[in-house]
Protein backbone atom coordinates (compact mmCIF):
# COMPACT_ATOMS: atom_id res chain seq x y z
CA UNK A 1 0.00 0.00 0.00
CA UNK A 2 1.01 3.35 -1.44
CA UNK A 3 2.27 5.68 2.15
CA UNK A 4 -0.28 8.15 3.10
CA UNK A 5 -0.45 8.34 6.70
CA UNK A 6 3.32 9.21 7.98
CA UNK A 7 4.82 9.35 11.58
CA UNK A 8 7.38 11.59 12.28
CA UNK A 9 9.08 11.47 15.58
CA UNK A 10 11.15 14.48 16.56
CA UNK A 11 8.84 16.65 13.77
CA UNK A 12 8.94 19.77 15.74
CA UNK A 13 12.56 19.93 15.45
CA UNK A 14 14.93 21.17 13.52
CA UNK A 15 15.07 18.89 10.24
CA UNK A 16 11.51 17.31 11.48
CA UNK A 17 9.65 20.67 10.91
CA UNK A 18 11.11 21.41 7.56
CA UNK A 19 10.18 17.84 6.90
CA UNK A 20 6.62 18.11 7.91
CA UNK A 21 5.96 20.93 6.11
CA UNK A 22 7.51 19.71 2.67
CA UNK A 23 5.24 16.33 3.30
CA UNK A 24 2.15 18.05 3.81
CA UNK A 25 2.71 20.35 0.86
CA UNK A 26 2.65 16.90 -0.86
CA UNK A 27 -0.13 15.84 0.49
CA UNK A 28 0.33 13.37 3.12
CA UNK A 29 -1.20 13.63 6.58
CA UNK A 30 1.63 13.96 9.65
CA UNK A 31 1.47 13.08 13.21
CA UNK A 32 4.14 14.11 15.20
CA UNK A 33 5.89 12.09 18.02
CA UNK A 34 7.38 14.72 19.96
CA UNK A 35 8.52 14.75 23.82
CA UNK A 36 10.07 19.11 23.03
CA UNK A 37 12.93 18.12 25.32
CA UNK A 38 14.79 20.19 22.25
CA UNK A 39 11.72 22.03 20.83
CA UNK A 40 8.78 24.19 21.62
CA UNK A 41 5.17 22.81 20.39
CA UNK A 42 3.98 26.00 19.05
CA UNK A 43 5.91 24.84 15.71
CA UNK A 44 3.31 23.53 14.86
CA UNK A 45 1.51 26.75 14.68
CA UNK A 46 4.45 27.96 12.54
CA UNK A 47 4.01 24.80 10.26
CA UNK A 48 -0.09 25.63 9.59
CA UNK A 49 1.14 28.80 8.87
CA UNK A 50 2.74 28.10 6.20
CA UNK A 51 1.14 25.38 5.08
CA UNK A 52 -2.68 25.54 6.10
CA UNK A 53 -2.47 22.12 7.70
CA UNK A 54 -1.66 21.60 11.35
CA UNK A 55 -0.33 18.43 11.98
CA UNK A 56 -1.25 16.42 14.66
CA UNK A 57 0.92 16.41 17.77
CA UNK A 58 1.64 13.79 19.65
CA UNK A 59 3.52 14.54 23.24
CA UNK A 60 5.30 11.42 23.97
CA UNK A 61 8.91 10.28 25.24
CA UNK A 62 9.82 7.51 22.42
CA UNK A 63 12.44 5.99 25.03
CA UNK A 64 8.93 5.32 27.43
CA UNK A 65 8.74 1.77 26.05
CA UNK A 66 4.81 1.84 27.52
CA UNK A 67 4.30 5.30 26.30
CA UNK A 68 6.06 4.46 23.09
CA UNK A 69 4.21 0.95 22.10
CA UNK A 70 0.94 2.95 23.12
CA UNK A 71 1.40 5.56 20.66
CA UNK A 72 2.34 2.90 17.53
CA UNK A 73 -1.29 1.34 19.00
CA UNK A 74 -3.11 4.19 18.40
CA UNK A 75 -1.46 5.20 15.26
CA UNK A 76 -1.56 1.69 13.98
CA UNK A 77 -2.98 2.83 10.40
CA UNK A 78 0.59 5.22 9.75
CA UNK A 79 1.65 3.54 6.87
CA UNK A 80 5.78 5.20 7.02
CA UNK A 81 7.45 5.94 10.12
CA UNK A 82 10.12 9.12 9.34
CA UNK A 83 12.68 8.72 12.91
CA UNK A 84 14.27 12.19 14.08
CA UNK A 85 13.89 12.07 17.17
CA UNK A 86 16.95 11.83 19.23
CA UNK A 87 19.89 13.93 20.95
CA UNK A 88 22.59 15.91 19.29
CA UNK A 89 25.02 17.38 21.25
CA UNK A 90 28.49 15.98 21.17
CA UNK A 91 29.70 17.73 24.30
CA UNK A 92 26.78 17.19 26.24
CA UNK A 93 26.95 13.02 24.78
CA UNK A 94 30.34 12.61 26.18
CA UNK A 95 29.59 14.48 29.77
CA UNK A 96 26.28 11.93 30.03
CA UNK A 97 26.81 8.95 28.12
CA UNK A 98 24.15 6.77 29.45
CA UNK A 99 21.33 9.66 28.79
CA UNK A 100 22.40 9.71 24.94
CA UNK A 101 22.44 6.03 24.76
CA UNK A 102 19.19 5.54 26.40
CA UNK A 103 17.57 8.34 24.94
CA UNK A 104 18.66 7.54 21.23
CA UNK A 105 18.82 3.75 21.60
CA UNK A 106 16.13 2.64 23.60
CA UNK A 107 13.48 5.26 21.40
CA UNK A 108 15.30 2.92 17.97
CA UNK A 109 14.51 0.37 19.97
CA UNK A 110 10.75 1.04 20.94
CA UNK A 111 9.97 2.76 17.69
CA UNK A 112 10.61 -0.86 15.70
CA UNK A 113 8.59 -2.92 18.26
CA UNK A 114 5.54 0.00 18.44
CA UNK A 115 6.03 -0.41 14.30
CA UNK A 116 6.49 -4.41 14.43
CA UNK A 117 3.13 -4.41 16.21
CA UNK A 118 1.39 -2.94 13.39
CA UNK A 119 1.74 -3.71 9.81
CA UNK A 120 3.96 -0.59 9.05
CA UNK A 121 7.28 -1.44 7.78
CA UNK A 122 8.59 1.38 6.21
CA UNK A 123 11.12 3.49 8.06
CA UNK A 124 13.27 6.44 7.02
CA UNK A 125 16.12 6.79 10.03
CA UNK A 126 18.25 10.36 11.07
CA UNK A 127 21.84 8.37 10.26
CA UNK A 128 25.02 11.46 10.46
CA UNK A 129 28.09 11.87 8.41
CA UNK A 130 29.75 11.25 11.70
CA UNK A 131 30.18 7.40 11.02
CA UNK A 132 32.96 8.07 8.34
CA UNK A 133 34.73 10.09 11.14
CA UNK A 134 38.05 11.57 9.24
CA UNK A 135 37.73 9.82 6.18
CA UNK A 136 41.16 9.02 4.30
CA UNK A 137 39.84 9.40 0.79
CA UNK A 138 37.38 12.45 -0.58
CA UNK A 139 34.60 12.55 -1.06
CA UNK A 140 33.26 9.87 0.82
CA UNK A 141 31.12 7.33 -0.69
CA UNK A 142 28.48 5.40 1.04
CA UNK A 143 30.95 2.67 0.78
CA UNK A 144 33.33 4.56 2.53
CA UNK A 145 34.36 2.59 5.67
CA UNK A 146 33.01 3.44 8.90
CA UNK A 147 35.35 4.57 11.72
CA UNK A 148 35.04 4.07 15.23
CA UNK A 149 32.80 6.70 17.12
CA UNK A 150 34.99 9.88 18.57
CA UNK A 151 32.00 10.72 21.20
CA UNK A 152 28.77 8.60 22.47
CA UNK A 153 26.50 10.78 20.48
CA UNK A 154 28.22 9.45 17.05
CA UNK A 155 27.93 6.03 18.39
CA UNK A 156 24.76 5.91 18.91
CA UNK A 157 24.02 6.74 15.26
CA UNK A 158 26.68 3.90 14.43
CA UNK A 159 25.01 1.39 16.19
CA UNK A 160 21.40 2.69 15.41
CA UNK A 161 22.36 1.81 11.68
CA UNK A 162 23.88 -1.75 12.93
CA UNK A 163 20.75 -2.59 14.46
CA UNK A 164 18.73 -1.49 11.45
CA UNK A 165 20.55 -3.73 9.46
CA UNK A 166 20.64 -6.39 12.03
CA UNK A 167 17.25 -6.37 12.07
CA UNK A 168 16.74 -6.39 8.20
CA UNK A 169 18.38 -9.30 7.91
CA UNK A 170 17.06 -11.63 11.22
CA UNK A 171 13.89 -10.77 8.93
CA UNK A 172 15.42 -11.71 5.84
CA UNK A 173 16.66 -15.09 7.23
CA UNK A 174 13.24 -15.81 8.80
CA UNK A 175 11.71 -15.49 5.95
CA UNK A 176 14.18 -17.82 4.06
CA UNK A 177 13.01 -20.48 6.43
CA UNK A 178 9.83 -19.80 5.67
CA UNK A 179 9.01 -18.46 9.31
CA UNK A 180 7.37 -15.34 7.93
CA UNK A 181 3.85 -14.82 9.06
CA UNK A 182 1.45 -14.44 6.85
CA UNK A 183 0.39 -10.40 5.78
CA UNK A 184 3.87 -9.42 7.54
CA UNK A 185 5.30 -7.28 5.19
CA UNK A 186 9.28 -6.91 4.43
CA UNK A 187 11.31 -4.45 6.34
CA UNK A 188 12.14 -1.56 4.10
CA UNK A 189 14.09 1.20 5.59
CA UNK A 190 16.62 3.87 4.59
CA UNK A 191 19.17 5.44 6.58
CA UNK A 192 19.87 8.89 5.43
CA UNK A 193 23.75 10.34 6.74
CA UNK A 194 23.53 14.14 6.77
CA UNK A 195 26.13 16.19 6.13
CA UNK A 196 25.55 19.75 8.02
CA UNK A 197 22.45 20.96 7.63
CA UNK A 198 22.03 24.85 7.82
CA UNK A 199 19.65 27.56 6.95
CA UNK A 200 15.77 27.80 7.39
CA UNK A 201 12.72 28.06 5.38
CA UNK A 202 12.10 31.04 3.10
CA UNK A 203 8.92 32.28 5.47
CA UNK A 204 10.88 32.70 8.20
CA UNK A 205 8.77 31.03 10.56
CA UNK A 206 10.73 28.12 11.36
CA UNK A 207 14.06 27.30 11.98
CA UNK A 208 16.80 25.74 14.10
CA UNK A 209 15.85 27.07 18.02
CA UNK A 210 19.40 25.69 19.88
CA UNK A 211 18.84 25.40 23.69
CA UNK A 212 20.97 27.76 25.56
CA UNK A 213 24.99 28.55 23.79
CA UNK A 214 24.86 26.79 20.36
CA UNK A 215 27.09 24.10 19.78
CA UNK A 216 26.97 24.30 15.83
CA UNK A 217 28.41 27.12 13.79
CA UNK A 218 25.66 28.34 11.71
CA UNK A 219 23.47 29.18 14.93
CA UNK A 220 26.28 30.88 16.63
CA UNK A 221 26.82 33.33 13.74
CA UNK A 222 23.70 34.65 13.51
CA UNK A 223 23.26 34.95 17.58
CA UNK A 224 27.06 36.70 16.69
CA UNK A 225 25.48 39.11 14.43
CA UNK A 226 22.26 39.11 16.13
CA UNK A 227 24.48 40.68 19.78
CA UNK A 228 23.50 37.87 21.39
CA UNK A 229 27.19 36.49 21.48
CA UNK A 230 30.36 39.11 21.83
CA UNK A 231 32.40 36.50 19.23
CA UNK A 232 32.57 34.15 17.34
CA UNK A 233 35.50 32.00 17.55
CA UNK A 234 36.69 29.69 14.55
CA UNK A 235 38.29 26.97 16.40
CA UNK A 236 41.67 26.34 14.29
CA UNK A 237 43.05 27.62 11.26
CA UNK A 238 46.59 25.85 11.42
CA UNK A 239 44.45 22.32 9.44
CA UNK A 240 45.68 21.30 6.04
CA UNK A 241 42.96 23.00 3.72
CA UNK A 242 43.38 26.16 1.17
CA UNK A 243 42.34 28.88 3.95
CA UNK A 244 43.30 26.51 7.41
CA UNK A 245 40.09 26.53 8.71
CA UNK A 246 37.94 22.91 8.54
CA UNK A 247 35.78 21.93 5.42
CA UNK A 248 32.16 20.45 5.90
CA UNK A 249 29.35 19.70 3.42
CA UNK A 250 26.44 22.39 4.67
CA UNK A 251 23.25 21.27 2.99
CA UNK A 252 20.33 24.06 3.09
CA UNK A 253 17.74 22.41 5.80
CA UNK A 254 14.68 22.81 3.05
CA UNK A 255 16.70 20.55 0.38
CA UNK A 256 17.43 17.77 3.14
CA UNK A 257 13.87 18.02 3.38
CA UNK A 258 12.90 17.43 0.37
CA UNK A 259 15.42 14.22 0.21
CA UNK A 260 13.12 12.97 3.21
CA UNK A 261 9.99 12.95 0.83
CA UNK A 262 12.26 11.20 -1.89
CA UNK A 263 13.59 8.63 0.18
CA UNK A 264 10.27 7.64 1.52
CA UNK A 265 8.73 7.59 -1.99
CA UNK A 266 11.52 5.34 -2.64
CA UNK A 267 10.51 2.75 -0.22
CA UNK A 268 7.30 2.11 -2.82
CA UNK A 269 9.60 1.51 -5.94
CA UNK A 270 9.57 -1.85 -6.70
CA UNK A 271 11.71 -4.70 -5.81
CA UNK A 272 12.99 -2.75 -3.12
CA UNK A 273 13.33 -4.32 0.40
CA UNK A 274 16.10 -4.42 3.62
CA UNK A 275 18.17 -1.70 4.02
CA UNK A 276 20.26 0.62 2.19
CA UNK A 277 22.33 4.07 2.92
CA UNK A 278 22.10 7.52 1.08
CA UNK A 279 24.21 10.87 1.96
CA UNK A 280 22.61 13.56 1.76
CA UNK A 281 25.08 16.91 1.44
CA UNK A 282 25.55 19.08 -1.76
CA UNK A 283 28.92 17.62 -2.48
CA UNK A 284 30.64 20.82 -2.06
CA UNK A 285 32.66 21.45 0.80
CA UNK A 286 33.01 24.81 1.94
CA UNK A 287 35.78 26.18 4.63
CA UNK A 288 34.61 28.15 7.96
CA UNK A 289 35.72 31.06 7.06
CA UNK A 290 34.05 30.77 3.30
CA UNK A 291 30.86 30.18 5.24
CA UNK A 292 31.82 33.64 7.38
CA UNK A 293 32.43 35.23 3.83
CA UNK A 294 29.12 33.97 2.97
CA UNK A 295 26.89 35.11 5.50
CA UNK A 296 28.48 38.82 5.16
CA UNK A 297 27.94 38.47 2.01
CA UNK A 298 24.70 37.55 2.14
CA UNK A 299 22.69 39.53 5.09
CA UNK A 300 25.24 42.77 4.52
CA UNK A 301 26.21 41.67 8.35
CA UNK A 302 29.60 42.32 9.81
CA UNK A 303 30.30 39.47 12.05
CA UNK A 304 32.78 39.58 14.92
CA UNK A 305 34.93 36.57 14.98
CA UNK A 306 38.29 35.47 16.29
CA UNK A 307 40.55 32.71 15.51
CA UNK A 308 41.59 30.60 18.13
CA UNK A 309 42.66 27.14 18.96
CA UNK A 310 41.18 23.70 17.59
CA UNK A 311 37.85 22.14 18.92
CA UNK A 312 38.49 18.94 21.02
CA UNK A 313 37.40 16.16 18.70
CA UNK A 314 37.01 18.34 15.08
CA UNK A 315 37.82 16.75 11.98
CA UNK A 316 39.74 18.12 9.30
CA UNK A 317 37.56 18.08 6.37
CA UNK A 318 34.64 16.08 5.12
CA UNK A 319 32.62 16.07 2.06
CA UNK A 320 30.13 14.02 0.32
CA UNK A 321 29.70 12.11 -3.26
CA UNK A 322 26.12 12.56 -3.80
CA UNK A 323 25.89 10.74 -6.98
CA UNK A 324 23.70 7.68 -5.63
CA UNK A 325 20.95 10.06 -3.61
CA UNK A 326 20.88 12.10 -7.16
CA UNK A 327 20.50 8.72 -9.20
CA UNK A 328 18.37 6.29 -7.08
CA UNK A 329 16.34 9.04 -5.13
CA UNK A 330 16.18 11.21 -7.87
CA UNK A 331 17.14 14.04 -5.46
CA UNK A 332 19.72 17.01 -5.49
CA UNK A 333 20.11 19.37 -3.32
CA UNK A 334 20.08 22.98 -5.52
CA UNK A 335 20.12 25.69 -2.87
CA UNK A 336 23.66 27.36 -2.55
CA UNK A 337 25.75 28.47 0.55
CA UNK A 338 24.40 32.33 0.25
CA UNK A 339 21.18 31.25 0.30
CA UNK A 340 21.82 28.71 3.65
CA UNK A 341 23.31 31.79 5.12
CA UNK A 342 20.64 34.24 4.71
CA UNK A 343 18.01 32.36 5.02
CA UNK A 344 19.12 31.13 8.96
CA UNK A 345 19.88 35.07 9.34
CA UNK A 346 15.85 35.90 8.31
CA UNK A 347 14.74 33.37 10.62
CA UNK A 348 17.06 34.80 13.45
CA UNK A 349 15.66 38.70 12.53
CA UNK A 350 12.19 36.95 13.25
CA UNK A 351 13.26 35.14 16.08
CA UNK A 352 14.56 38.96 17.78
CA UNK A 353 11.52 40.30 16.50
CA UNK A 354 9.14 38.03 18.72
CA UNK A 355 11.16 38.46 21.79
C1 LIG B 1 28.82 18.23 14.63
C2 LIG B 1 29.12 16.80 14.97
C3 LIG B 1 28.27 15.91 14.12
C4 LIG B 1 26.81 16.23 14.31
C5 LIG B 1 26.58 17.68 13.97
C6 LIG B 1 25.13 18.05 14.23
C7 LIG B 1 31.50 16.72 15.64
C8 LIG B 1 32.85 16.19 15.30
N1 LIG B 1 30.52 16.48 14.76
O1 LIG B 1 29.28 18.45 13.30
O2 LIG B 1 28.50 14.59 14.50
O3 LIG B 1 26.03 15.41 13.46
O4 LIG B 1 27.45 18.50 14.76
O5 LIG B 1 24.91 18.58 15.44
O6 LIG B 1 31.34 17.38 16.61
N2 LIG B 1 32.94 25.88 14.46
C9 LIG B 1 33.61 27.02 14.86
N3 LIG B 1 33.09 27.76 15.89
C10 LIG B 1 31.91 27.41 16.51
C11 LIG B 1 31.22 26.25 16.08
C12 LIG B 1 31.77 25.51 15.06
O7 LIG B 1 34.67 27.36 14.33
O8 LIG B 1 31.50 28.13 17.44
C13 LIG B 1 33.49 25.08 13.35
C14 LIG B 1 33.86 23.67 13.74
O9 LIG B 1 35.18 23.61 14.18
C15 LIG B 1 33.64 22.93 12.42
C16 LIG B 1 32.54 23.71 11.71
O10 LIG B 1 32.48 24.98 12.37
O11 LIG B 1 34.78 23.01 11.64
C17 LIG B 1 31.19 23.05 11.82
O12 LIG B 1 30.93 22.77 13.19
P1 LIG B 1 29.50 22.28 13.70
O13 LIG B 1 28.43 23.16 13.15
O14 LIG B 1 29.58 22.12 15.17
O15 LIG B 1 29.31 20.88 12.98
P2 LIG B 1 30.29 19.59 12.98
O16 LIG B 1 31.31 19.68 14.03
O17 LIG B 1 30.75 19.40 11.59
Redesign the pocket.
Known sequence: MKVKKVIVTGGTGFIGSHTVVELLQRGYDVIIADDLSNSKASVVDRIAEITGKKPFLEVVDLSDRTACLHFFKIHSDAEAVIHFAAA???GESVLNPLHYYRNNLDSLLYVLEGMGQSACRKLVYSS???VYGQPEHLPVTEDTPRQPA??P??NTKRISEDILADMVHGDEARRAKGEGMEGDNPWKILALR?F?PIGAHASALIGELPNGVP????P?ITQTAAGLRPC?????DDYDTPDG??I?DYIHVCDLAEAHVAAMEYLDKPGFEGIDFFNLGTGTGYS?LEVIQSFERATGQKLNYKIVGR?E???EQIWANTDKANRLLGWKAHRGLDEMTLSAWKWQENLQKKA
Open positions: KAVSCTTCYAYNNNLMYLQVFGTPRVRGDI
